[in-house]
């Protein structure tokens, strides 16, 4: 059963940065791709970035590119989500999710999705 455990969320003015990890247990980690997706209060779950297994390449949602960065560590089975230049739009709970497929993640096909954290709520104030 693999397991993605968020953390790093928090209250930050806007402007600020934010770093969150997503912690993986429950099969290699390199198996996977991961992304992010957050869910804004009363709107839908949206994709937010990509990356590939092993090469780390990364596809981002326009709304934050050249402000977020993901990375992965897979000595560590963690990936993390650096957030530049925080927006009150970006409030949001933010999900890690993992899958076989960096297609499937890329393409923003929740219901596709092999395994999804709990999220960790990130609140930007104005």
């Known amino acids: 059963q693999v397991q993605l455990v968020e953390s790093g969320g928090g209250l930050v003015q806007a402007g600020g940065s934010l770093r969150l990890s997503c912690a993986a247990s429950?099969?290699?980690?390199?198996?996977?791709?991961m992304g992010w997706f957050r869910q804004a209060p009363g709107k839908e779950r949206e994709f937010v970035v990509a990356i590939s297994r092993s090469r780390g390449t990364a596809y981002y949602a326009d709304s934050v590119k050249g402000r977020f960065t993901i990375s992965r560590d897979n000595a560590k089975n963690t990936v993390y989500l650096q957030m530049n230049s925080l927006k009150p739009e970006d409030t949001a709970v933010y999900y890690c999710?993992?899958?076989?497929?960096?297609?499937?993640?890329?393409?923003?096909?929740?219901?596709?999705?092999?395994?999804w954290g709990k999220g960790t709520l990130v609140t930007v104030s104005s």
């Open positions: 999710a993992a899958d076989a497929a960096y297609s499937t993640i890329v393409a923003g096909a929740m219901s596709e999705m092999d395994y």
């Open positions: 429950g099969r290699p980690f390199s198996s996977d791709a």
